[in-house]
């Protein structure tokens, strides 16, 4: 693509420098919440699943030193453009990019040097627009970023199941409205379920659901304490702002 086809993003307060396509998905506030909600420990190993131009887990590998990063992305251009953010942002060292299908067979994930059972953690931004319920945009990087449908969100958890070892921790975002088959697909595999409701303003519904689950638990599902994104008046709410800026981080119960 020609240079002005791209744009250079500033988000965390300016911490984090991504290069990503002027039109098509555009990282957005998911990602810096998503990488604000998973837990991370020094010397770990996680992976990104459509991890498009690797925001969310550059922001994690960002604020936890010694974290090792595996960014999974179909597309080979948003691949490289997550690549390019890993070097320009002094992270390339403990990161790579897999250039992988996650509905594809195990074996091409084998072949990329990724083991069943091999990651401590997996965080994911599925695409969550289901296209028989909605129009999907013509750009199809937007499409493929935004469109999927049930079955499709139960292989990227199988997928995120594969990879994690035992008592490894699965944590996405997803819309408010797809929490039952979010809670569907981590059944058979997940427990300790943790939901937190994402309010866009006092008094509205909730527009998001970040969720944190523990392969192979048996505890129970707790609902968290929600966060809540603007104040009455379209401000940033202090919580929000700590949050977005990289200052604070989302907290589950124990």
């Known amino acids: 693509m020609p240079a002005d086809d791209f744009t250079d993003d500033a988000v965390l307060g300016g911490r984090l420098v991504l290069r990503q396509p002027r039109k098509g998905h555009r ?14 420990i020094r010397g770990g190993h996680a992976v ?28 080979p251009t948003l ?27 195990d074996e091409e994930f084998a072949r990329d040097g990724m083991r069943a059972g091999s ?10 627009n289901d296209p028989a319920r909605l129009t999907v945009s013509p750009n199809a990087q937007r499409r493929l970023a935004h469109a999927t449908s ?15 070892a035992p008592s490894g921790v699965l944590t996405l975002i997803w819309r408010a409205d797809g929490l039952g088959d979010v809670l569907a697909g981590l059944a058979a595999d997940f ?23 523990v ?18 008046h379209a401000r940033p709410t ?3 702002e700590a949050i977005l800026r990289g200052r604070e981080t989302l907290s589950w119960p124990d």
């Open 27 to 40: 990282v957005g506030h998911d990602a810096i919440l998503l990488a604000a909600a998973t837990d991370a």
């Open 48 to 75: 990104e699943l459509g991890a498009g131009v690797g925001a969310a887990g550059l922001a994690l590998a960002q604020r936890v030193a010694g974290l090792a990063v595996t960014f999974v992305e179909i597309d």
């Open 79 to 105: 691949g490289a453009l997550a690549a390019h953010n890993a070097e320009r942002n002094g992270l390339a060292d403990r990161t790579r990019v897999a250039v992988l299908d996650i509905t594809g067979p």
């Open 119 to 128: 990651a401590a953690l997996v965080l994911m931004n599925p695409p969550f």
């Open 150 to 164: 049930g079955v499709t969100l139960a292989q990227w958890i199988g997928r995120a199941a594969w990879l994690l």
């Open 191 to 213: 427990g300790g379920i943790a939901v937190m409701p994402i309010y866009p303003r006092p008094g509205a519904t909730a527009i998001r659901v970040l969720v944190r689950a």
């Open 215 to 232: 392969k192979g638990s048996r505890a129970p599902l707790v609902l968290a304490p929600g966060l809540t994104l603007n104040d009455a």
């Open 238 to 240: 202090p919580e929000a």
